[in-house]
Nanobody, 127 residues
């Protein structure tokens, strides 16, 4: 499994912005899809955004479209999630995940426990 580390979470007011980062091992950059998932208290984990390294395609769930942007920084081996116009419903623990199956991770939004996961970063949207 890959060692992933998220950062950038925090407390933000509704309407504000945050940028999350996921540090990815360099050798994985060309072989894996990297996705952002979140889990709110008492709710199931859900997909947010995903990036396919081999064709540079990006994918978003309906809750993220138009507000969130996933991007990559090759020299830094980092995947970012820019989150704008945040709402209270965006509150949760955000995880990045890496998987070799782009279709399963980025279109079906079905990560597996055997995929690589970071420890998560807390995002709280509250006034």
């Amino acid at each position: 499994q890959l060692h992933l580390v998220e950062s950038g979470g925090g407390l933000v007011q509704p309407g504000g912005s945050l940028r999350l980062s996921c540090q990815v091992p360099g050798f994985a950059m060309n072989y894996y899809a990297i996705g952002w998932f979140r889990q709110a208290p008492g709710k199931e984990r859900e997909g947010v955004a995903c990036f396919s390294w081999n064709d540079a395609m990006t994918y978003y769930t309906d809750s993220a479209k138009g507000r969130f942007t996933i991007s990559r920084d090759d020299p830094g081996n980092t995947v970012y999630l820019q989150m704008d116009t945040l709402k209270s419903d965006d509150t949760g623990v955000y995880y990045c995940a890496a998987a070799p199956n782009v279709f399963r991770l980025c279109q079906l939004w079905r990560p597996l426990s055997d995929d690589s996961w970071g420890p998560g970063t807390q995002v709280t949207v509250s006034s």
